[in-house]
């Protein structure tokens, strides 16, 4: 898993800007750069003190041509992002400038990076933990100011901190256990018993309310998946453009129009929804609205939220009561459109039909507007019962994280049975091993390539 070569890689996005970076990382970093470097005043990298930044230009060594008008800025080990020598070069920010500088500093010894290969080394090198590594990845990805906070808090540490002192906790009772094993004619005595006992229960107390934030603070971090479902032309596309204030979905009067899923983020008070707009559920030959409607049925399966739209200037139709059937157990929200227009709605239909099958029902118009705040509220408060009270503490946001946690409270279950049932110390010493080891894959104490791979292969080329 060590390497010791020196790795780089353009740091910055594909396309224009006013800079771009290209990053080092690895113990040759400074010399490599040395030779395609020069300054005006001939200053040398390897004489430059460490954070600071010097002027100057790329060079091919072999015609001695410059390539770029750079800054270069040296951080030197062990206070960098890697801990290793990194060394940044900022070039113009064009995609000739910085290839060319890339290919410079490959052929002078440097290896291409791979996906998140900097933040990988920032792990092995012990700088930030594995939950903090992956807390990198969210941190760029954040998609509203609340997944940010949630994310930098977790790459400060705050997850860290919290799994450490519960496995701090189950190391001291797995030395417990193993000092009666060490001296076997010491009987373990009651007191200390409960005493274990008491541990065990609490450490599964807080495992369990660290799972329990996982349902609403995951959204933070992936967006909550809300499908907008309904037969054609009840206004699903209109409602996606009100709530984006752009005209993002084609709307016309011709039921059909929309025929492929349409993805979209937005921001419901620091809520991350990503809106599915979808093709209108109905019977239909053609062959690519049939393929739409698969595809609407589906994303109501994997939906947390589904947002099911009824036109209230036509009388129910059936395929208005075939999206009832399809939203059932769902967690839905029920908007009647086009509350502009008279109603043709029979009242019956509403108390009998709809209200039994949605946690809210709204009245909106989707081209006037009217209802839009109240139905970003409802779903702001459907999705996030529990999160008010929640959102000072620790939350976990990551699947991976989750797993880990629901393992370890599984082996800690085992070893409070094993305890209760008198089992053989060794067998107690065995079952408390687990836990820890569980919770020390959320922090990658315990961890195995195939974990590192999976984490680091999400990750962008120069992260
Ligand atoms: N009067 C009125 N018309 C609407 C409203 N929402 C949508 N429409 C119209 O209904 C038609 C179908 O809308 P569209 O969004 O394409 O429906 P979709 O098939 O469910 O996506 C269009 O002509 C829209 O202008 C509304 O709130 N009031
Ligand atoms: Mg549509």
Redesign the pocket.
Known sequence: MFTDDTIAAISTPVGEGGIGIVRLSGKDSIEIVEKIFSSPKNKTLKDLKSHRVIYGHIKNPSTIKEVDEVLVTVMRSPYSYTKENVVEINCHGGMIPLRKTLELVLKEGARLAEPGEFTKRAFINGRIDLSQAEAVLDLIRSKTDESRRIAIEQLQGGLSEKITALRDRLTELCAHVEAYIDFPEDEIETASKEEMSETMKDIDRELQALLKTYDEARFFREGLLTA?V?????????????LLKKDR??????????RDVIEEYLNINGLPLRIM?T??IRAVQDIVEKEGVRRSLQSIENADLVIA?F?S?EPFKDEDFEVIEKIKGKNAIIVI?????PSAFDEDIITSCIMNHASCILN?????G?GLEELKDRIFDLCLKDWREEREGVVITNLRHKTAIENAKASLNKAMSALIDNQPLEILALELRDPLDRLGEIVGAVTTEDILNRIFNDFCIGK
């Open positions: 907008i309904g037969r054609p032309n009840v206004g699903k596309s209109s409602l996606l453009n009100a979905a084609i709307v016309t009067e011709v039921p059909g129009t929309t707009d093709a209108g739209i036109d200037s459109n086009k509350c502009d227009l909106i118009s989707a081209t006037r009217d």
